[in-house]
T-cell receptor
Framework: DGGITQSPKYLFRKEGQNVTLSCEQN?????MYWYRQDPGQGLRLIYY???????QKGDIAEGYSVSREKKESFPLTVTSAQKNPTAFYLC???????????????FGSGTQLSVL | AQKITQTQPGMFVQEKEAVTLDCTYD???????LFWYKQPSSGEMIFLIY????DEQNATEGRYSLNFQKARKSANLVISASQLGDSAMYFC?????????????WGAGTKLIIKP
C-alpha cells in the first residue's frame, strides 16, 4: 500500500537534546512538508521541499532542521534551540514539483513529541 | 487578520442528521483553492473535498458537499446523514495562487461529535 510513514508515534525529548522525526513516503511524490499542530490551532508549516537536495523554510522554522537526500525521505530534527517543542508533528507529501492552487496533500499519522 | 476562520470550536450532532461546518476566508487573490480535511483521533489528516475559486458548481464528494459562496467568502462543509465515524476534527484550509508560495493556510478546526 502506498502511503506516508511517520515514526516514532511518540517521542520524548530531554532538555538540551536533539531529536529526529522520521518521514518516509512511497507515493513517488516530489514535494514533502513538515507541519506543527498545537491544541486549538491550525497547522503551521515548518519546512517544505519540492525536490531532492532542496528545501525552504516555512513560517516557524527556527529551532528545526531538515534534509532531503532521497525523494522518499524527509527527516525533521528538533534541535535544543527549539524551546517549546511539545506538539504534534505531521509530515505530508504532494505530487507536483510546481505548486498549484489545487494541490492536495497526503499526510502521515503524526508524531507526538513531549519534553521530559 | 485571520485568513481562515472557523467559528465553531465544537459541535454535537445527532446521528443521521445533516451537519454544516462553517468556514470563512480572506484573500485578495482571484485564483485560490479551498480544502476541507478530517482528522480522526488517530491523528492522520484525511482530504475530503476541494473547491477552486473559478469553479461554478459547488463541489461534492459522496456525503460531503461544499457550500461555496464567493461573494460572502464562505466555504462551508455540509455532511449529509451523519454517522458515528464522522466524529473528528475538521479543518478548512486555503491555498492562494497569486504572488505567494502556494502554501496552505489553515483554520483552527471544529471538533464534531456525533451522538448515537
Amino acid at each position: 500500500d502506498g502511503g506516508i510513514t511517520q515514526s516514532p508515534k511518540y517521542l520524548f525529548r530531554k532538555e538540551g537534546q536533539n531529536v529526529t522525526l522520521s518521514c518516509e513516503q512511497n507515493l513517488n511524490h516530489d514535494a514533502m512538508y513538515w507541519y506543527r499542530q498545537d491544541p486549538g490551532q491550525g497547522l503551521r508549516l515548518i519546512y517544505y521541499s519540492q525536490i531532492v537536495n532542496d528545501f525552504q523554510k516555512g513560517d516557524i522554522a527556527e529551532g528545526y532542521s531538515v534534509s532531503r537526500e532521497k525523494k522518499e525521505s524527509f527527516p525533521l530534527t528538533v534541535t535544543s534551540a527549539q524551546k517549546n517543542p511539545t506538539a504534534f508533528y505531521l509530515c505530508a507529501s504532494s505530487i507536483p514539483r510546481r505548486p498549484s492552487t489545487n494541490e492536495k496533500l497526503f499526510f502521515g499519522s503524526g508524531t507526538q513529541l513531549s519534553v521530559l | 487578520a485571520q485568513k481562515i476562520t472557523q467559528t465553531q470550536p465544537g459541535m454535537f450532532v445527532q446521528e443521521k442528521e445533516a451537519v454544516t461546518l462553517d468556514c470563512t476566508y480572506d484573500t485578495s487573490d482571484q485564483s485560490y483553492g479551498l480544502f476541507w480535511y478530517k482528522q480522526p483521533s488517530s491523528g492522520e489528516m484525511i482530504f475530503l473535498i476541494y473547491q477552486g475559486s473559478y469553479d461554478e458548481q459547488n463541489a461534492t464528494e459522496g456525503r460531503y458537499s461544499l457550500n461555496f459562496q464567493k461573494a460572502r467568502k464562505s466555504a462551508n462543509l455540509v455532511i449529509s446523514a451523519s454517522q458515528l465515524g464522522d466524529s473528528a476534527m475538521y479543518f478548512c484550509a486555503m491555498r492562494e495562487g497569486g504572488g505567494s508560495n502556494y502554501q496552505l493556510i489553515w483554520g483552527a478546526g471544529t471538533k464534531l461529535i456525533i451522538k448515537p
